[in-house]
């Protein structure tokens, strides 16, 4: 497994529909509520307004090239990258453009093809009469899928296509852990249970924190969690860790038979003096050797006044359109 791997990270993030058709959008409305954060436009001149205003958030970019890299480089740590809890603007940003191929302006394809610069997930709806013009727009790159609308799981696969769309935008913003720190946080089978993890619970959004290396959760009301994820060498160095900083032997032997998975939130380990300690019982990752997870609920997730969860960001929403300013 490489040392830099990317860290998982999802959040509710917008989607931006455009139809000439109110009927549709409204429709659509009902299908798919998302987290509130959607747009939906039947003018194509403000759509591209609104699209417009996010390439300078949205432009594709490297950080593990260029200047963030250098100031890692002389920085240090385990993990490179902008902390995203700490950006506000996160829940308006686009994960998905989903476009109408017919409309009066333009076709959804001319839409699709001026906003290039946009980093985001390009999903064309058509007609029966539209299909041959959308598979020469995905075989030139100008799309990512076409849905028809007349199609029986037209829902099932505009769904599906949504969903995968906000998964791949999140990912891209999460830390990148080097030095193989973290590194079973990004393997596929972990990243399945987290997933899972999120739907049973209904978990809205989820972090990689790199100072304790462990997953932050939370549900719509802000409720935390953490979602630890241990391969056989972090069970040995939380062992180790007990062992040298005196704690009791008896915490060792529960560890080391995988018994129980303490959570030491907000620290990384045990530290001595620790008044309180939760415990969950791991479970094995399918498919990986001496792999578990666990995820325990938590009172209070210790954050810093800058970072903001999704509910604190609705509440201030809320706030802001009732009076006018925020409270």
Not at 81 to 91: I, L, W
Not at 193 to 202: F, G, I, M
Request: charged fraction near 25%; charge should be negative; aromatic fraction near 10%.
């Amino acid at each position: 497994m490489s040392s830099i791997v990317r860290q998982p990270v999802y959040h509710p993030v917008s989607v931006v529909f455009i139809d000439d058709s109110p009927d549709f959008l409204y429709a659509l409305r009902g299908l798919f509520p998302g987290a509130g954060t959607d747009r939906y436009f039947t003018s194509t001149r403000e759509a591209l307004a609104y699209v417009a205003a996010h390439e300078s958030r949205q432009a594709a970019h490297n950080p593990t090239a260029g200047a963030a890299w250098s100031a890692f480089e002389k920085r240090g740590g385990n993990a490179l990258g902008e902390d995203v809890m700490a950006d506000a603007q996160r829940f308006r940003d686009i994960a998905a453009l989903v476009v109408d191929y017919e409309m009066p302006d333009m076709t959804g394809v001319e839409f699709l093809a001026s906003v290039k610069d946009v980093a985001c997930t390009r999903i064309l709806l058509t007609a029966t009469a539209d299909e041959s013009h959308a598979v020469e727009a995905f075989n030139a790159g100008l799309i990512d899928f076409y849905v028809k609308k007349s199609d029986p799981a037209m829902t099932r696969k505009l769904r599906g296509a949504i969903d995968d769309a906000k998964r791949k935008f999140c990912a891209r913003r999460g830390h990148i852990g080097v030095h193989g720190v973290g590194a079973i946080y990004a393997n596929r089978r972990t990243a399945d249970v987290l997933h899972e993890l999120a739907l049973r619970e209904r978990i809205v959004e989820y972090y990689w924190r790199p100072e304790q290396n462990a997953v932050l959760t939370f549900d719509a009301e802000g409720n935390a969690g953490v979602f630890l994820a241990w391969d056989s060498r972090d069970w040995a160095a939380q062992c180790d860790v007990v062992t040298d900083e005196g704690g009791p032997a008896a915490l060792r032997e529960e560890m080391a038979a995988r018994r129980i998975m303490p959570v030491y939130w907000p620290n990384e380990a045990y530290r001595p003096g620790m008044a309180r300690v939760e415990f969950a019982t791991p479970e094995p990752v399918p498919g990986l050797d001496d792999a578990h997870t666990s995820w325990t609920r938590i009172d209070d997730a210790g954050l810093a006044p800058e970072l903001i969860t999704f509910a604190a960001w609705r509440a201030a929403q809320g706030a802001q359109d009732e009076g006018g300013h925020l409270a």
